[in-house]
């Protein structure tokens, strides 16, 4: 029996959860947005009580960025998620997060791993929002593994300050006698977006979305989008890596939108942008808090992939987009390759 | 294609979201107050918006009166419910908002709009809730659509005026022997109440349960009464005009509680009562916040209507209570055969 | 780090989660029903997975009992609850699972045990939902261990079979005159009660309502009736055991009641019953379900205990109950006594 203290101390945590019938669509297949949220939920938890482990300000971990992820296999409404964390390296101010994702059926005993997926946070000031704490260092079982971390470390760091938030126009929800008059498959066809009010409950302690929500919103217009253009069960397959900006504060509208920006056989990608929207603060305005990739992939009754209806593409700029689909989708698929042949 | 800065001046505003398993009955049909909610959602957002457009005072738009609404159809779980509002008429302390409904099968790719709501609201100062602030006015796209919205402005507060607080006695949910031993179809026999404690998601900044979230238990309840009535699956057909006398603060527990009142060969109206009762501040006293009427259709497997048993009715309160649903039953539809008419 | 493997082996599980504000009450503190609720679910997860680790028919584990369960300290709002069980004793049909709660607060690091529960749960098959499997056995560290589980299960057993759900009237609430004119302090002037109408995500895989939900609601009855007694912040300090006789189905009204039945000088006791109404199949009628005793402590702004206004008693009933809540009262508290002293 594991003692209190040292579940405590030691820089890693586990939750898990039930999957209820409002966490899943109609097939029953659990939303990735519903595993990214426990997945952040758990990053957070860790991040922040590492952040705690030293005298000064206290402060709360805010989600800097989410490293591409894949989800590995389809969960199901009764399942048991398992989320597990550990801290695996700590530069001066940043803390990045391991973290696994188990399925259990635990009425057959079957598990899978469906996820894994790198976080890396921000500790924030709880006394003043602005300020940024220094990161207490972790041990490393072995120098390889600190280098390795910082490795990591930098090639996100460039990434991060090479990604700009892609600003372009707002995707607006279009409306039923245009959709109608649309040709099926093209991009406007199958552009969505969602509108939501902030509550209580989806804010941190500092008065902050949760990057969990914002992702789980994400994953919902792209599944929307996806469901558009196949009118299938559609599923997320994996998330390009994320940069979470601009921090979106309580009473804010987010809008959330998505369009179609690739197809191959078997996938589609879709562009997702979150926009905040201050209520009351109007002079504020409104701003891009965060975009992404989502790849999603469609399921036949046994849960075996479907082909995807190509994209029929209006115009440069959809053209555009495309190519540059393209290349993000052969670039991971080489690199899925890579890291096979590695592994055999 | 509008620009980022663009959309916040224009006076509208769509919001949409696929319906969840706990937004709908056994059956799969989208409960009306889930749709009512949305639209009051909508409402809120786009009125408060409009209302900050100015200096002074930061405000919330908080719900004065929802006019009469009908469910054109019936929604289903995994369809998209589509909620776009828009400002249609200002007067010196409201705004209206017309909001419509649209529900979407995103897989058979099927349509149909299942609402058209009016809402007006009030904007309340965030510094001083007692405090109404004045609306900043829209621009109209002729001289008529003013006029027409002063007149609907008119009408409206002439009727608010009018309408008093139904103040009856408390509808008591009734205990086990009494239920038995009733004769079925009688009021007191499918009787019903909800008792629900305002939790932090149900209100506003301000600290006021939502207009939304009251509605959604006054649908809830009357749901209850008109299943307990048909025992068959029943949907909301349409909501008479409601008017938000009362605000109901955080920390209150409601009572809503409906009767049926009057049944025809293929509908029934329930009366609906919303009664605060301030925990705490116990010396305030419990009130009626709310009282509205609700009309529901009982369907078959195919969502084709079915009879209504008649109401039983027992003592010449309930007898006086049938005639009065008789005439609204009846000025409806007239008013139904008026529009189409016009339409024509 | 533990392996994937061993973690799912191992008859233990570990739940945790950041409290949100819907989790809370406007003060802050997390509500008993919270931690009963996750408590429930914990148990549920272990009982499940082990009564499937054989052949046979699939099973849910469905909720029998919670021993007397003590809140030893508040938690409150951003504090991550831990939640750990672990199966201690199985009979040939019944499985005991003990579970800690742990709060972390994960800026000041501070953590302490909140509670320790006990919980009976009975393996239902999946295909046939009145037949009850056999529980697989477990190993025991010690003849010893197996000995004292034993016996915790002869004595639940008998305290079971004694124990019968009290039936008696149905409490009601208390409309608003009926309250305003009633002497403060008296049992009619702070009874309650909340009705909810079971949704999807209430429910297990059975169809049937989760124990925790249902504990949940029990709890917040409880807390509205203390509340309207003391007009202060109030806690849960207590649950009797509960015993769960009869299960609720999808589809049903549940009416949860509570009245005060004692007062100590810093204590309250509240008895919960829940009432069941089959919405749709009527002829069912309405059955008691549940019921329990929970105890309230009133808490000052420093969440130091207040003196509790003593219960006026109107006639022999109210008077019966609280001789027979004083006798609890005084047993309690020479067993947590007696617990200290053999601790010492």
Request: net charge neutral; hydrophobic share 35%; proline share 4%.
């Amino acid at each position: 029996m594991m003692s209190v203290s040292n579940a405590q101390e030691t820089p890693s945590i586990q939750i898990c959860r039930i999957m209820r019938p409002d966490d899943a669509n109609i097939v029953g297949n659990v939303h990735g947005g519903t595993i990214l949220k426990m997945i952040e939920e758990a990053g957070c938890i860790i991040g922040t009580r590492h952040c705690n482990t030293q005298s000064g300000d206290r402060c709360l971990a805010a989600l800097a960025r989410v490293e591409r992820t894949d989800f590995l296999h389809p969960m199901f409404i009764g399942e048991v998620a398992h989320v597990s964390a550990e801290i695996t390296y700590t530069s001066k101010h940043s803390v990045e997060v391991q973290v696994n994702v188990l399925a259990e059926n635990i009425v057959t005993g079957a598990k899978k791993v469906t996820n894994k997926a790198t976080l890396w946070y921000v500790p924030i000031s709880l006394q003043n929002v602005d300020k940024i704490i220094e990161v207490p260092p972790i041990e490393y079982s072995s120098p390889e593994r600190e280098e390795a971390g910082k490795k990591r470390y930098e090639a996100q760091k460039l990434e991060r300050l090479e990604d700009k938030v892609r600003n372009g126009e707002i995707i607006m929800s279009v409306s039923l006698p245009d959709r109608q008059t649309k040709e099926p498959f093209t991009v406007v066809c199958s552009q969505s977006s969602l509108i939501h009010l902030v509550g209580p409950s989806d804010c941190t302690l500092h008065g902050f979305v949760h990057g969990g929500v914002t992702m789980k919103l994400m994953d919902e217009v792209a599944g929307i989008v996806a469901a558009r253009h196949c009118k299938t069960n559609i599923v997320t397959a994996s998330v390009d890596a994320i940069n979470f900006h601009r921090k979106i504060k309580k009473g804010c509208v987010i809008t959330v939108s998505g369009r179609m920006t690739f197809t191959s056989n078997k996938s589609m990608e879709i562009e997702v942008f979150v926009d905040a929207d201050p209520l009351v603060e109007a002079e504020k305005g409104k701003y891009r808090a965060v975009t992404a990739f989502f790849t999603y992939i469609s399921l036949d009754k046994e849960n075996k992939p479907l082909p995807v209806p190509p994209l029929k593409l209006e115009g440069e700029e959809e053209q555009k987009r495309f190519e540059e689909g393209k290349a993000r989708y052969l670039q991971n698929k080489a690199k899925r390759l890579a890291d096979k042949e590695r592994q055999q």
